[in-house]
């Protein structure tokens, strides 16, 4: 059965709302989750580190203001993508690690987010 | 700077076997993954190589040359439900995996 569940798997929002995508580990208490973008057609590109209790570690060129993450329990793990634009919609992928790192990861389904 | 390279699209019959490459260049090297994703889903994992050799797993097998910085993924006796993208992706010195693009494979009958 599934490790990791997204919730919304899709969501269509307007331009300037929120959106909140919610990942939770099913099995495993996870003090680390790590949040995914992909574009049509291209790689996943690591967003951010969330990390259970305390704030999340972004990549380079990702706005920590606009996509706020927020890990405070050790199954549930919330990405909120605020005042969403266009160029915004993507799929959003969460993935749980069974060991801390990204050597073994348990993937979520993917939230696909479309901003008219 | 730090890259992967996979063909973007292939196309194999049904029944046959297809081999996708993928090269990569990191900063220090802990391994190489292979994932596939269907379309619309996540990915999900297929093989991981960090010695140079090959894997065999059923169908699928992965094979590893860090000299080269290559690695290739076999399909054999290629099924419908096979067609689906396929991630390469290596590990650098600090544990952060690299993904490729992803390399389409349309399996026809």
């Known amino acids: 059965g599934a490790v990791v569940s997204q919730h919304p798997s899709r969501v269509i929002c307007k331009s300037g709302t929120s959106v909140k995508i919610e990942c939770r580990s099913l099995d495993f208490q996870a003090t680390t989750m790590f949040w995914y973008r992909q574009f049509p057609k291209q790689s996943l590109m690591l967003m951010a580190t969330s990390n259970e209790g305390s704030k999340a570690t972004y990549e380079q060129g990702v706005e920590k203001d606009k996509f706020l993450i927020n890990h405070a329990s050790l199954t549930l793990s919330t990405l909120t993508v605020t005042s969403a634009h266009p160029e915004d919609s993507s799929f959003y992928i969460c993935?749980?690690?069974?060991?801390?790192?990204?050597?073994?990861?348990?993937f979520g389904p993917g939230t696909r987010l479309l901003v008219l | 700077g730090q890259n992967i390279d996979q063909p973007t699209e292939m196309t194999a019959t049904e029944g046959a076997i297809v081999q996708i490459n993928c090269t990569y260049q990191?900063?220090?090297?802990?391994?190489l993954f292979w994932y596939q994703q269907h379309a619309g889903e996540a990915p999900t994992f297929l093989s991981y190589n960090v010695l140079d050799g090959l894997e065999e797993k059923g169908r699928f097998s992965s094979f590893l040359s860090r000299s080269k910085g290559y690695s290739y993924l076999l399909l054999k006796e290629l099924q419908m439900k096979d067609s689906a993208s396929y991630l390469c992706?290596?590990?650098?010195?600090?544990?952060?995996?690299?993904w490729g693009a992803g390399t389409k494979l349309i399996i026809k009958p």
């Open positions: 990191t900063s220090g090297f802990n391994g």
């Open positions: 992706a290596a590990m650098d010195s600090n544990y952060q995996l690299i």
């Open positions: 993935s749980v690690p069974l060991a801390g790192g990204q050597e073994t990861q348990y």
